[in-house]
T-cell receptor, first 113, second 112 residues
C-alpha cells in the first residue's frame, strides 16, 4: 500500500540554525501539506501546496518557513532560523483529487536546543 | 473563531466492549469530517470520513455519526481490541479549504 514517507525521523538542531524536513508524498497525489504537533497538543495546519504554489497557509507559517517541491517526488519544509518553540513533530500529508482524506507520514521530530 | 473539540480526554473500555468517542464542532460551514487514529510516535492514520450530506457512515468495525443540528460527531468502534488503544482525533474542513482543523484528541485505553 502506498504511503507518505518522511526523513529524518528525528532532527536535533541549535537555535538559529536552518533545517530542512523532507517528505515523499504518495506518487499520484496532487495536494501536499505540512502540519505540526507540539508534544501533547493537537495537530495544527501549517501550509498546503498545489500546482507548485502555496494554496493556503496558517498564521504559524510566517516568513521563517518555506516549502518547495524541488523535483517530481520530494516535498520539503524549510525553517530558516529555528526557535525553541519550533520543537514539535512535523507531519507531511498528501491527498489526491477529488478525495479529501489526507494521508499522513510518520513525522519528523524536531528538537531545537 | 472555528474550533473542533472533544468532550473527554481519556476513555477506558474493556476488550470486546463497544467504544464511543465524541467530538463537537462550532463552524456551521464545516461540511467534511474525518477521524484519525494516532499511535504513540506515529502519524495520524485515516479511519473514516463523512460528508455533511450524510448522517451515518460505516466501515469495518467503525461507524461515524454526524448530527449537524447540534454540531456533534461520534466514532463508534465495535468489539474494541487492544490494538485500538491510541489517541483519536476528529478533524473538519469545509468547501474551499484544504486545511484540516483538528480537535484536541481522546485517548482510548482498552483493558484486557
Amino acid at each position: 500500500e502506498p504511503e507518505v514517507t518522511q526523513t529524518p525521523s528525528h532532527q536535533v538542531t541549535q537555535m538559529g540554525q536552518e533545517v530542512i524536513l523532507r517528505c515523499v508524498p504518495i506518487s499520484n497525489h496532487l495536494y501536499f501539506y505540512w502540519y505540526r504537533q507540539i508534544l501533547g497538543q493537537k495537530v495544527e495546519f501549517l501550509v498546503s501546496f498545489y500546482n507548485n504554489e502555496i494554496s493556503e497557509k496558517s498564521e504559524i507559517f510566517d516568513d521563517q518557513f518555506s516549502v518547495e517541491r524541488p523535483d517530481g517526488s520530494n516535498f520539503t519544509l524549510k525553517i530558516r532560523s529555528t526557535k525553541l518553540e519550533d520543537s514539535a513533530m512535523y507531519f507531511c500529508a498528501s491527498t489526491g483529487t477529488p478525495a479529501y482524506e489526507q494521508y499522513f507520514g510518520p513525522g519528523t521530530r524536531l528538537t531545537v536546543t | 473563531g472555528e474550533s473542533v473539540g472533544l468532550h473527554l480526554p481519556t476513555l477506558s473500555v474493556q476488550e470486546g466492549d463497544n467504544s464511543i468517542i465524541n467530538c463537537a464542532y462550532s463552524n456551521s460551514a464545516s461540511d467534511y469530517f474525518i477521524w484519525y487514529k494516532q499511535e504513540s510516535g506515529k502519524g495520524p492514520q485515516f479511519i473514516i470520513d463523512i460528508r455533511s450530506n450524510m448522517d451515518k457512515r460505516q466501515g469495518q468495525r467503525v461507524t461515524v455519526l454526524l448530527n449537524k443540528t447540534v454540531k456533534h460527531l461520534s466514532l463508534q468502534i465495535a468489539a474494541t481490541q487492544p490494538g485500538d488503544s491510541a489517541v483519536y482525533f476528529c478533524a473538519e474542513n469545509h468547501t474551499g479549504r484544504r486545511a484540516l482543523t483538528f480537535g484536541s484528541g481522546t485517548r482510548l485505553q482498552v483493558q484486557p
